[in-house]
């Protein structure tokens, strides 16, 4: 028999951080089901020695899906208060084995590991440190959704149910250097509303309670962006109204989805926010005209 983890019979062990990971009705199976050393374990309560195996898992997945190439992107999870289990820098993240990686303090230091971390890892680091609720980063250069970060563009529009009950939206941090301070500075007053973030000219980043959700944060904003592009080439996204998206925030405690602590996350772009802010004017030149040259005369009949 292969080793694999027990997995339970009760339909909201299903669900990873309000990702819903299984398919079709599970409760009523009666057989125990069994998940491969292979696959992540939707929960953060397990031996360094499965995190490990875990991230070695998600870098994997990442790899073999596109989102990162060469020795790209970073992983870690919280081992306990004050330790990280992370990836090192210089590898490909795909190709890992559970001792090529390396643990570090909520500070970055150093504690264990032949190898060395990321200069990235400031940027998980301050997860931890503002987010008791997060144990895990996913950080990948997905192309679409990196494509929208480098055309300074956020995924912010309210177009799919379940990234609006999911995410809500995923912002655009302003750009600033890899692995430098003033990425975590240009990061810090995101990170307690949000639990996705694409990074301008750069990638994106997500968190989550376990790293099944945040490896699924990530897929989700590459799939979210995808669609959104097949969408205005398919002739321009129809955005949801503020009616509905309320409806399905409202929704979300239904599907075991906790929000960011922090609250106070903008909402998405809805088809209303849009008319009432006078986002999108069409006029003729004639109008135009027309409109400078009444300002004009009014401007003039005043003085
Ligand atoms: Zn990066």
Redesign the pocket.
């Known amino acids: 028999m292969r080793p694999g983890f027990p997995v339970a019979r009760d339909s909201k062990d299903y669900f990873a951080g309000g990702q819903r990971i299984g398919l079709g009705e599970i409760p009523g199976r009666e057989e125990v089901r069994t998940m491969s050393t292979n696959s992540l374990w939707p929960t953060h309560e397990k031996s360094e020695e499965q995190h490990r195996r875990e991230i070695c898992t998600a870098g994997k997945w990442m790899y073999d899906r596109g989102f990162i190439v060469a020795c ?3 992983i870690s999870v919280r081992l306990d208060e004050n330790r990280v289990l992370t990836t090192p820098t210089c590898m490909n993240k795909g190709m890992l084995e559970p001792q090529d990686l390396v643990i570090t303090n909520l500070e970055g230091r150093q504690l264990a590991g032949e190898r060395k971390f990321s200069s ?1 890892i400031a940027m998980h680091l301050l997860f931890y440190r503002m987010r008791p609720d997060v144990n895990a980063i996913c ?3 997905p192309p679409t959704a990196t494509g929208f970060a480098a055309a300074g563009r956020s995924l912010n529009q309210a177009l799919l149910p379940e990234v609006i009950i999911g995410l809500g939206q995923i912002p655009l941090v302003r750009y600033a250097t ?2 430098t301070p003033e990425l975590s500075d240009a990061i810090e007053p995101f990170v307690p509303h949000y639990d996705a973030l694409l ?1 301008a000219n ?2 994106a980043v997500t968190c989550g309670p376990d790293l099944l959700t945040a490896f699924f944060r990530m897929e989700t904003i590459e799939h979210f962006a995808k669609i959104v592009l097949s969408a205005e080439l398919a002739g321009g996204p129809v955005l949801l109204s503020s009616r509905e998206v309320a409806k399905l925030m409202a929704a979300r405690a239904r599907y075991f989805v906790t929000p960011p602590p922090g609250g106070g996350a903008e909402l998405p772009e809805t088809k209303d926010t849009g008319e009432s802010s006078g986002a999108h004017v069409s006029l003729t030149r004639n109008e135009l005209d027309a409109l400078i040259d009444e300002a004009v005369r009014k401007d003039r009949a005043r003085r």
Do not use: I, K
């Open positions: 790209e992107g970073n990235e950080h990948a250069h890899p692995g990074l750069h990638g």
